[in-house]
């Protein structure tokens, strides 16, 4: 098997999500055979899963804590994992792709081992205790209310930056 023939399992818990802003790179990766859809799925552990700034998601690797995150997974190709990778972040310090054990549903008990995209350790127990160490299990329309497009932020500073401004204001937006 070549290295293009290579496939990762992707666990996506906010954006990429159907109905949500960011799905349209998903929706593209589909067509061209790069992601396949595989279902709806869960953390089998709990993890932290809170709104940053601009009510952008993050899934905190502070495994314990939380609630078991919904989401959806997908085969995707090792192209798509790239294309991922750079809309993620993962050079900047933004997220982190990292394992994650998952389970389709509620009922069904074959834990699957995929990845996700957490928030970069370097900010997440600080994101987490701003958000009062609560957290949600699955972001929805109520949590993406007030969602900003990336194109839509502030240009003149970072998303660490910005990341940064959000934990320390320690106010709820």
């Keep these: 098997m070549g290295v293009e023939d290579r496939k990762s399992v992707i666990f996506t818990y906010g954006t990429l999500k159907h109905g949500f802003s960011n799905h349209s790179l998903i929706q593209e990766m589909v067509r061209t055979g790069d992601a396949v859809y595989l279902g709806v799925y869960r953390t089998v552990e709990k993890y932290p899963m809170v709104c940053g700034p601009y009510r952008v998601p993050f899934l905190l690797n502070l495994p314990g804590s939380g609630e ?8 995707v190709s090792v192209y798509g994992v790239g294309r991922m990778d750079e809309l993620e972040g993962t050079s900047r310090g933004h997220y982190e792709r990292l394992p994650v054990e998952v389970v389709r549903g509620v009922e069904n008990t074959v834990v699957v081992g995929a990845e996700a995209y957490y928030g970069h350790r370097s900010y997440a127990e600080e ?11 699955v972001y929805s329309e109520k949590e993406a209310k007030g969602y900003l497009k990336r194109k ?22």
């Design 68 to 75: 078991r995150v919904w989401g959806e997974l997908y085969e």
């Design 152 to 173: 839509d932020r502030p240009q003149n500073i970072t998303f660490l930056e910005q990341i940064r401004i959000f934990v320390a204001s320690g106010m709820n937006e």
């Design 127 to 137: 994101l987490w205790k701003r958000n009062g160490e609560k957290g949600f299990s």
